[in-house]
Nanobody, 122 residues
């Protein structure tokens, strides 16, 4: 069993930055692929970024590539999402999730956090 807790959300003006953190409890954090997803009101939950286990390859959705950076610190059981040049369209609840399977299949993520709200004002 893995429990995930996000933090770092908040209100920021367009063009600003936030860093989200997600701390995992339980064992074997370094064996999971970790992902960030987001869900805006009335919309589906979308993939944002992922980082694999092992050599920590990173993957991003097209709209976040170049603005967001995902990283992990296995010693701290923590995954981060650095978000720069934020836009109002980035407003959403952001979730971290853990996968023992693929990084690209949302159905493989079996553990999810409660989410943290990010609001970007124009």
């Amino acid at each position: 069993q893995v429990r995930l807790q996000e933090s770092g959300g908040g209100l920021v003006q367009a063009g600003g930055s936030l860093r989200l953190s997600c701390v995992a409890s339980g064992r074997d954090f370094n064996t999971y692929a970790m992902g960030w997803f987001r869900q805006a009101p009335g919309k589906e939950r979308d993939f944002v970024a992922a980082i694999t286990a092992g050599i920590s390859n990173t993957y991003y959705s097209d709209s976040e590539r170049g603005r967001f950076t995902i990283s992990r610190d296995n010693a701290k059981n923590t995954v981060y999402l650095q978000m720069n040049s934020l836009k109002p369209d980035d407003t959403a609840v952001y979730y971290c999730a853990a996968s023992w399977g693929s990084w690209y299949n949302q159905a493989d993520y079996m553990y999810w956090g409660q989410g943290t709200q990010v609001t970007v004002s124009s």
